[in-house]
């Protein structure tokens, strides 16, 4: 809604108010005692009951003649509160329209305003405005021209923009900035629903984009947004002017009257960040101009606001989308990483929106957060859980597909709303048959989507499924195979007593048994029919769905020469109420006693074969000519039957007119099945994939850590190891390092001993979610293969190897994996694996500093992050904080001054990390700087997590 249209809403009761004496006061009494009665109702009866009553009193004083324009207003006010509670109020439209037309300014407005909430874009009425609309827009009052401008930028009938273009064209020179500014918006308008007619002023949008006025400039950024969107490469040559007008905006050159919350012009920020994405994609020339002002962005945008976050998450997609450049890349990720790990569910909300639309860039990024997303399946909000399906879904491979599909299904059992319905089992439906691992898995899942789905999936769903059962693959045996069980999945399912199943379903079971049910040669046909025929008796069934079993049973009677199911259904349909029923019991009985012509009108498998359809209904040529010549009428088409009958109505139709086609039973409900397309439904979803991801590596992120290769958590169940004559064992051992870390491994053992049996199954989750993902497949931690050979071990006789490990790239935890190869007392060789989790305390030493060396080198490194933590406990002193930081992360405490604190530590084997934290009101604030980009990412999650268990 526009500023002036807003402001009369806003400004209602001041403008009812203005009236004097005894209508002042019938005015503002009868809408306000309408509202005071509608408030202190308890039920939608009472309510409908007493809105239904005004508006026949409305009806009444609207339709009199004696009526005063004042009046007028004053029922037009009431009407639009009516329209606002759900209730239509026909009758007021044409008066509305005259009120626009014959009232002084004060009712013009409210019949401007009453127009455009009262009537759509479409809607035969508004041919009545177009002359008012011309005539204010030739006016010399500034507020009539307003108004006409504010009604044609929100609804105006296509056919009449001729009519009004060059008036619009000519407001754009008009020496009133607010005359421009609506001026440019009326043309969006137009843009919007007729391009074509706006094309030969696109002169005049970039003199709007260079106008004095910062109001101008702002309406012409929408227009040039869907026009740079349409057609990117006719507007490369704008990409500094944009460029200068965002550095503009975020130096603070703009007035005051701009900002929001101290953020200069935050909107237009956004909107010019999304014409840079356009303008940047694919294209190094035009990206290099934007990386500055995109850097400027990122850094003014520090501010604890949600306007300030918005203006980081249109950062983070501008500079994924235009062409990559490492700085930015690593700025993004640290951007998106805040979101993630924040503990507000907006904030959350919007690193897995930006997770999601940047994992087709950089896979590895998701690497980096998998185990914040394993959270977001269990977290309370159901959007947070939605999103991160979202995610999983654009990450899924061959790889991962079973567990990602379960997570769905197991969402959309608890799930009620039919949107999240309809989109889901369409993203599962794709990725069933996109990645499936084997025949068995893939029919469970349909099954499964059918089943969850029901009738409000896409018809396309169903459709798709049957189409690639019938075309099937290549290799003719496992078509066969994947037939075959899907017709001993779909028997078992029928032989269930009490059990409900989607329509939509049973069409799918019944066209699979129908066709291939003879692969199943241990069961016999007439057991299938049987099954088919107490499908026809229940009573939840539909006609449609009977429709479906009927022609299962027809295609099934081909293999019988006689059968007492066929004879029941005949006897039982045959008088049917149902026409439809009643003609396929007719057309069985006699298919059925002619087996020759049944064979050859039903051929086994032959659903997929090539069928000529006399389109014109050329037999019955004959039949037409014999008709016309007895005095019948031509036929006419069904649009020209309704022209004639439009041109034949005499009075004014208020209602919109709505065309009624005579339903038709298809012919795929003939044979049994709805005609596949080729259309895919989930085309429309998403169109990403983990393999579309990949396709680039030039758009890899670099400078960001991995912290999880292709294998993921691999955690493993320590094999028994049993007494040996004779041990060869084989066990990774790792590049030396100045510490030795064997020291550490029963402090290890004991930190991993803590891992509750919950941490152990999201690392499970994780090891399969996120498999296949990256550019290789090797875990974080450095290694080399070496085998340690012993002599022989008598019984109970222990031997060491030991090795040093480091790790390479950070991250919060790691597995190291081994074997170890022994002979037994029965000479059989033994292979045994064993893993061991490794955290990040254990890479990790405390830095013993001076408060002169820590000021130098927090000087020295530019990466950092910066996080605020509640306290559990808020009257803990900042020594108590620090301590547990101190035992649980092993660091070194430099300094304590007042309420702030100076720690610093190392990952082996010289990797520095410094801390400072600050207690105040509760809140602890911490500030990591580290010359590793993706350490301080990590000590922040860890310290989180200790927090939280503190």
Known sequence: MSDIVGKTLSALPGLLAQDSGAGKLVTTSRLGTLIRSITALSSRQEEEKLIQQELSNLKITVSSPSTSLTQMKECMVRLIYCEMLGYEAPFGYIHAIKLAQQGNLLEKRVGYLAVSLFLHENHELLVLLVNTVLKDLQSTNLVEVCMALTIVSQIFPREM???????IEDKLKHSKEIIRRKAVLALHKFYLIAPNQVQHIHDRFRKALCDKDVGVMAASLHIYHQMVKDNPLAYKDLTESFVTILKQVVGGKLPVDFNYHSVPAPWLQIQLLRILGLLGKDDSRASELMYDVLDESLRRAEINHNITYAILFECVQTIYTIYPQSD???????????????????????????????????????????????????????????????LLYRITNGQNVAVIVQKMLDYLKQSKEEYTIIN??????????????????????????????????????????????????????????????????????????????????????????????YLKSDVHPEIIMSKLYKLLQHISVTSETKVWAMAAI?????????????????????????????????????????????????PVDASCEELVVDASLSFLDG????????????????????????????????????????????????????????????????????????????????????????????????????????????????????????????????????VSEEEKERQQLASTLFVGLGFNGSVNLVSENLACHFPLIKTQTVKMCQG???????????????????????????????????????????????????????????????????????????????????????????????????????????????????????????????????LPDCLLYQCQKEMETA
């Open 424 to 517: 889901l089992v369409g993203k599962i439906a794709e990725l069933a048959e996109k990645y499936s691992p084997n025949n068995e898995w893939f029919i469970q899942t349909m099954n499964s989507v059918f089943s969850i789905g029901g009738d409000v999936m896409h018809p396309d769903i169903p459709n798709n499924f049957l189409r690639l059962l019938a075309e099937g693959f290549d290799d003719e045996k496992e078509n066969q195979q994947l037939r075959l069980y899907a017709v001993k999945s779909y028997v078992t399912l029928l032989d269930q007593e009490n059990v409900y199943y989607p329509q939509r379903f049973l069409h799918v079971i019944c066209w699979v048994l129908g066709e291939y049910s």
């Open 623 to 754: 039949f037409v000519a014999e008709a016309l010549s007895c005095g019948a009428a031509p036929y006419k088409p069904q649009h020209q039957r309704q022209e004639e009958k439009l041109f034949q109505e005499k009075a004014l139709n208020f209602e919109p007119y709505e065309l009624t086609f005579p339903s038709s039973l298809p012919s795929s409900e003939r044979t049994g099945r709805q005609s596949p397309t080729s259309v895919s439904l989930v085309s429309e979803l998403s169109g990403n994939s983990a393999e579309m991801a990949l396709k680039e590596a030039n758009h890899q992120k670099h400078g960001v850590k991995k912290a999880w290769g292709k294998e993921g958590y691999l955690l493993k169940k320590e094999s028994p190891i049993e007494t040996a004559t004779e041990v060869h064992p084989s066990a990774p051992s790792c590049t030396p390092l100045e510490e030795d870390l064997a020291l550490g491994m029963s402090a290890t053992d004991q930190l991993v001993n803590h």
């Open 328 to 390: 930015l890349f690593e700025k993004a990720a640290k951007c998106i990483g805040k979101f993630v790990l924040s503990s507000k569910i907006n904030l959350k909300y919007l690193g897995l929106k930006a997770l999601t639309y940047v994992i087709q860039q950089d896979p590895n990024l998701a690497l980096q957060h998998q185990m914040t997303i394993i959270e977001c399946l269990d977290h309370p909000d159901p959007i947070i859980k939605r999103e991160t399906l979202d």
């Open 554 to 602: 027809t295609k099934l009677s081909a293999f019988l020469p006689s059968s007492d199911t066929v004879d029941k259904v005949i006897q039982n349909f045959r008088t049917s109420g149902d026409t439809c029923m009643r003609q396929f019991a007719f057309e069985l009985k006699h298919l059925h006693e002619d087996t020759a012509i049944i064979k050859n009108l039903l």
């Open 161 to 167: 923009i001729p009519a009004v273009l060059p008036l």
């Open 804 to 934: 040093c490990i480091v790790m390479d790239k950070p991250c919060t935890k790691g597995v190291l994996l081994g074997y170890i190869d022994c002979h037994l007392e029965s000479e059989i060789l033994t292979h045994l694996q064993f893993s061991q989790t490794l955290l990040i305390m254990d890479f990790l030493r405390p830095l013993k500093l001076t408060t002169e060396a820590f000021g130098e080198m927090w000087l020295s490194v530019a990466n950092d992050v910066r996080q605020n933590i509640k306290l559990p406990h808020t009257e803990e002193p900042l020594t108590a904080t620090l301590n547990t930081l101190q035992q649980r992360l092993r660091l070194y405490i430099v300094e304590i001054i007042g309420n702030e604190g100076l720690l610093a530590c190392q990952l082996l084997p010289s990797i520095p990390c410094l801390l400072h934290c600050q207690i105040h009101e509760g809140m602890l604030s911490l500030w990591f700087r580290s010359p590793s980009s993706t």
